[in-house]
């Protein structure tokens, strides 16, 4: 999101906000929709994978790219989107990886997302469970558009209905 924030401010597109939800606590522990036989990975435990929003905003900052358009949303998808003030979507960027955190992020927000406007995927071919929820979300909600490969994880569409 620091390239779209790049992007925006070298466009001097000011009427854009960035929202940026994430638990800033690393992942949380995986369910039986994101288990199968041979894919039964648990990345709870690995701080690593925690990132802290003071260390987040401060990288948008060291390259000036912090702002007013910027809102933070910390915490579980769950617990925060729901009811969150986001308005349209242009460009919907999940990073869930695991079935619930894709599922709680696609059915608050897919809706918002303007006809026209994308739903990229980072984790769609690396997580089974991302990967189930976006195929039953799309399978539910009768959506057609085709799934684009962007590289070996990622996928994206465009909304068209």
């Keep these: 999101m620091m390239l779209v924030a790049a992007l925006l401010k070298l466009r001097n597109a000011t009427d ?3 929202w940026l939800a994430d638990s800033f606590e690393g992942m949380p522990k995986p ?3 994101d288990n199968t036989k041979s894919h039964k990975e648990d990345f709870s435990d690995r701080d690593y994978l925690s990132v802290s929003i003071d260390r987040v905003k401060s990288a948008f900052e060291r390259f000036d790219l912090g702002g007013d358009n910027l809102r933070f949303l910390k915490g579980w998808f769950s617990d925060t989107l729901p009811s969150a003030p986001i308005g349209k979507i242009a460009l919907l960027r999940l990073d869930g ?3 619930e955190s894709t599922r ?3 059915l608050p927000l897919y809706d918002k997302v303007a006809i026209g406007g994308y739903i990229i995927v980072d984790d769609y071919n ?3 469970g991302c990967k189930r929820a976006v195929d039953e979300f799309r399978e539910d909600r009768g959506i057609e558009s085709p799934i684009i490969r962007i590289d070996a ?3 994206y569409w465009q909304r068209t209905e």
Excluded: F, G, N, Q
Aim: net charge negative; aromatic share 12%; proline share 0%.
């Design 16 to 18: 854009r906000t960035i």
């Design 31 to 33: 369910t039986e929709s």
């Design 97 to 99: 990886d695991l079935y």
């Design 104 to 106: 709680d992020a696609l």
């Design 126 to 128: 690396s997580w089974i």
């Design 153 to 155: 994880h990622a996928v």
